[in-house]
């Protein structure tokens, strides 16, 4: 008699997006394979996927270490050069989020934009021109928890960029900050076609996460269920 074999496969890697937003950053992570839950203090309805409306920082306390990997981008409000000029007050949150995600075991990255490179350590820098797109957008990627990644090669940036609030011009690259023209256009070059205009402005591109989630996987071994 033919016995049941049992076959046993690999699950879903369980990721962990805080402050996740509109869900830019989650949607690399979910092309790679991931299951994605995103927390945030505010209601996000263009979420996609599992959501949780809450405080980010006490979620990684209470539940980061259920997770196989954790994904942090604080609000950069506090390191931006506009709230810089409006003299605008922003909570330090780098350094709460950064113990919270330490406390879990847990292999992290934790991002932000190049305004808050003083307050990361060794983070790796990933440009949207990179992977193809018609903007520069930098974002900063800080690594713990024995997870490490290269960036892939930074190519010069030879378009101009066109002024804020105004349509790309020819030749030139598009800024999708502040009230920025061009949403469609943007959906598009960022790969983000469920956003709104304040999505798109705040978001990490999922092309800067599944390059991140690949580097991962490729040096994780497989989890099975």
């Known amino acids: 008699m033919t016995q049941p074999t049992d076959i046993r496969r690999p699950r879903p890697l369980r990721l962990l997006d805080v402050f996740c937003c509109q869900g830019g950053a989650s949607m690399g992570y979910v092309h790679a394979g ?51 000029i409006q003299q605008g007050q922003h909570p330090d ?50 690594t713990g928890g024995g997870f490490t990644f290269a960036p892939p090669p930074h190519p010069p940036h030879w378009a101009p960029l066109t002024k804020m609030g105004r349509p790309r011009a020819a030749g030139h690259f598009a800024h999708y900050v502040g009230n920025f023209s061009g949403v469609a256009e943007a959906r598009i070059d960022l790969r983000v076609p469920w956003m709104n205009r304040d999505g798109i402005r705040e978001c990490i591109p999922p092309a800067y996460t599944h390059h991140i989630a690949t580097a991962f996987l490729t040096a994780r071994p497989e989890v099975t269920a």
């Not at 299951?35 to 949780?52: E, H, I, K």
């Not at 934009?113 to 957008?137: H, Q, S």
């Open 34 to 84: 991931f299951d994605v839950t995103g927390v945030d203090l505010a209601p996000q309805p263009r979420y996609p996927f599992t959501f949780v409306q809450g405080d980010a920082i006490e979620f990684i306390r209470e539940h980061g270490a259920e997770f196989d990997f954790i994904h942090a981008s604080p609000p950069c409000q506090r390191y931006s050069r506009a709230q810089k």
């Open 93 to 142: 949150l780098i350094a709460p989020t950064r113990a919270a995600l330490e406390a879990t075991g847990r292999p992290w990255v934790l991002e932000n934009v190049e305004e808050a490179a003083r307050e990361l350590r060794d983070p790796v820098t990933l440009c949207a021109a990179t992977f193809g797109m018609r903007t520069y957008r930098h974002r900063l990627f800080e």
